[in-house]
């Protein structure tokens, strides 16, 4: 049973470019959720999706939008990237507001 | 609003010794409360978590949390650290649709 999936695993951007990251959720998980980890700092929820709708937002700007798919899986866009944005994005799985699943992350750096 | 705060921000400890790393929460009614743990290149790993009911936590990998509600804390032991314990640890508070996380205490483990 694979775990949740993040793609790509590390990405290089340069400012006020667009970029997109991928999640597939754990076998059996309908609700995903996506974190931003700056260095040296705990995750930060920036939104989570259920049913294909965005259910819940954290203190994130507009630039940060996100899509679930029917299959579950997610997509997290961020537009005009600034050089704030480098980050780890986490994405996390759950079933309903059940127990979140992780995954790896990817690594953003904006140049 | 919700928040936490984890004092220390590196602790180092030898093979074979106790642990506790402290976690202090903001929170207006009855917290969900969590410990992850983050190896370099991981995502976070749920060690515990607290709903209600016994204030004494026990999770993975010999871990235990005591949740303190007179000290809003939630601290978390393990009587006999290993060398495999050197990661990072996050203590969370809320609820999957908007969880907050401390900045995290790195630990390391001294042979």
């Known amino acids: 049973d694979a775990g949740v999936t993040q793609s790509p695993t590390h990405l290089i951007k340069t400012r006020g470019q667009q970029v997109t990251l991928r999640c597939s959720p754990k076998?059996?998980?309908?609700?995903v959720s996506w974190y931003q980890q700056a260095l040296g700092q705990g995750p930060q929820f920036i939104f989570q999706y259920y049913e294909e709708e965005e259910r819940q937002r954290g203190n994130f700007p507009d630039r940060f939008s996100g899509h679930q798919f029917p299959n579950y899986s997610s997509e997290l866009n961020v537009n005009a990237l600034l050089l704030g944005d480098s980050a780890l994005y986490l994405c996390?799985?759950?079933?309903?507001?059940?127990?979140?699943?992780f995954g790896p992350g990817t690594r953003l750096t904006v140049l | 609003a919700q928040s936490v705060t984890q004092p220390d921000i590196h602790i180092t400890v030898s093979e074979g010794a106790s642990l506790e790393l402290r976690c202090n929460y903001s929170?207006?009614?009855?917290?969900?409360l969590f410990w992850y743990v983050q190896s370099p290149g991981q995502g976070l790993q749920l060690l515990l978590k607290?709903?209600?009911?016994?204030?004494l936590v026990q999770g993975i990998k010999g871990f235990e949390a005591e949740f303190k509600r007179s000290q809003s804390s939630f601290n978390l032991r393990k009587p006999s650290v290993h060398w495999s314990d050197a990661a990072e640890y996050f203590c969370a508070v809320g609820e999957n649709n908007d969880m907050r996380f401390g900045a995290g205490t790195r630990l390391t483990v001294k042979p």
């Open positions: 076998s059996g998980h309908d609700t």
């Open positions: 996390a799985s759950s079933l309903g507001s059940g127990e979140q699943f």
């Open positions: 607290y709903f209600s009911g016994d204030t």
């Open positions: 929170y207006g009614a009855t917290p969900y």
